[in-house]
């Protein structure tokens, strides 16, 4: 019965037309972990789109990055009989609350606007499931970048580094400048964050055999136990604080130049820009010395879940305005992202942006563009949380290389 009046109301409400597909009163609740202050002021340019529209916002936020509390509190919610209208959400968790029954059905929308026709396949996957849509997506991330201080590096000679060798010759010069080379939050979500990268810069087929196919030989091959290794030289170039730094703190430290440089997907990019800070000037935006052409991506997307029929027009209004061009341009400007539609020009986006949606478009024509195991687009939760457990431990010396490759494979193994 439910479902009946589900879908006639989105029917009555679609013939209506997008100027007047919600009242004044309707609201949508967004449960959601744009906390930091980039990404605070991205949410604003969603909020504003659809207080522009009518649409009230009531704010569901939950503090942690990469999401792994909001999906707690979420769980809780969805299993009190109370889902938020819309929430961000990564890859395969998404697909999970599909599988669950839990998601609505975006499909008179999406076929309006003719999101098939736009929307890369590469996040389709996630944002559609049994053929229907079920979430709306709102960006694409990349996780293997490097953020350095400008000044720092033209003090170390204003050369980039392009492979292992020359990374570390920075990191040292770094350390010789007498600041922090590397900001980093210790938090298992930013640990595999860089683990991301590393395993990238050591080959695309290592990449996706490892964390696309979960092949056991090349989880616990040499080359893996070369991947743990660079993660402990990495870990001697943090400071003594790591442990527990929110990611958005770690960029603070590049943007007031205590540190060199950050690993951390193109969100960091906001932060940057919140404090006013220009690429090419104050900070230098580069791929992971070794993962030039190619991209280990996420895209965050909003999730509707099943909610009364009386709610449904302001959720697909929300699903409208997030898919719209002009929206996808100004919020992804903000948001150190890259539009979700293949349709947006580049324009209004600064250099690192540019190189961004240039990288992305490459990377999927070459058969180099893969989803990101840090940020659940390579493996369910299940799978990433063991892997996670893995590099973290590696990562804080509770774990030798060597052991660490066996209890990778291990650990996959059972989490499959
Ligand atoms: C990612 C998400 C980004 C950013 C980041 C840090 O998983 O895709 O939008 O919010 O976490 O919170």
Not at 63 to 86: C, D, F, K, Q
Not at 225 to 249: C, H, I, P, Q
Not at 355 to 372: F, P, Q, R, V
Request: aromatic share 8%; net charge negative.
């Amino acid at each position: 019965m439910r479902k009946l009046m589900t879908s006639v109301a989105a029917a009555a409400f679609l013939m209506t037309g997008t100027a007047t597909m919600a009242r004044a009163t309707e609201s949508v609740e967004v449960l959601h972990w744009w906390t930091s202050g980039g990404e605070a002021a991205a949410l604003e340019v969603l909020k504003k789109d659809l207080e522009s529209k009518g649409i009230g916002w009531v704010d569901m936020p939950v503090a942690g990055g990469g999401g792994t509390e909001a999906m707690t509190v979420l769980r809780a919610r969805v299993t009190g009989g109370n889902p938020p209208t819309a929430v961000q959400m990564l890859g395969f968790d998404i697909v999970d609350w599909a599988k669950e029954g839990s998601l609505g059905n975006l499909d008179e929308v999406a076929n309006k606007e003719g999101w098939d026709k736009v929307v890369p396949t590469a996040l389709q996957q996630f944002s559609k499931y049994d053929g229907h849509w079920i979430a709306a997506p709102v960006n694409v991330h990349s996780t293997n970048w490097v953020w350095i201080n400008k000044e720092a590096l033209d003090k170390a000679g204003g050369k980039a580094p392009t492979n292992w060798d020359e990374l570390i010759a920075l990191l040292d010069n770094f350390k010789k400048q007498g600041i922090t080379p590397i900001a980093h939050g210790g938090q298992a979500w930013q640990d595999a964050t860089i683990f991301d990268a590393v395993v990238l810069s050591l080959g695309n087929d290592f990449y996706k055999k490892a964390f696309i196919d979960l092949d056991p030989d090349t989880l616990g091959s040499p080359k893996m136990k070369e991947a743990f290794d660079r993660m402990t030289k990495l870990r001697s170039y943090v400071d003594d604080n790591f442990s527990g730094r929110d990611w958005n703190l770690a960029s603070g430290m590049v943007i007031e130049g205590k540190a060199g440089l950050q690993f951390m997907g193109d969100w960091a990019k906001g932060e940057f820009l919140k404090a006013k800070k220009v690429p090419g000037k104050d900070f230098v935006c580069i791929r992971y010395p070794g993962t030039q052409g190619s991209v280990t991506f996420n895209s965050d997307q909003f999730a509707m879940f099943k909610v009364s029929a009386d709610k449904i027009p302001a959720q697909m209004q929300m699903a409208s305005s997030i898919e719209s061009p002009t929206f996808q341009s100004a919020f992804n400007v903000v948001k150190g992202s890259v539009p979700a539609r293949t349709d947006v020009p580049d324009s209004a986006f600064d250099d690192c942006g540019k190189k961004a949606i240039k990288d992305l478009a490459e990377a999927n024509k070459n058969g180099t563009l893969m989803g990101s195991m840090a940020h659940g687009h390579a493996n369910p939760a299940a799978v990433k949380n063991a892997i996670y457990d893995v590099v973290t431990r590696e990562f804080n010396g509770d774990l030798s290389s060597d052991d660490a490759v066996k209890e990778l494979v291990s650990a996959v193994a059972a989490a499959k």
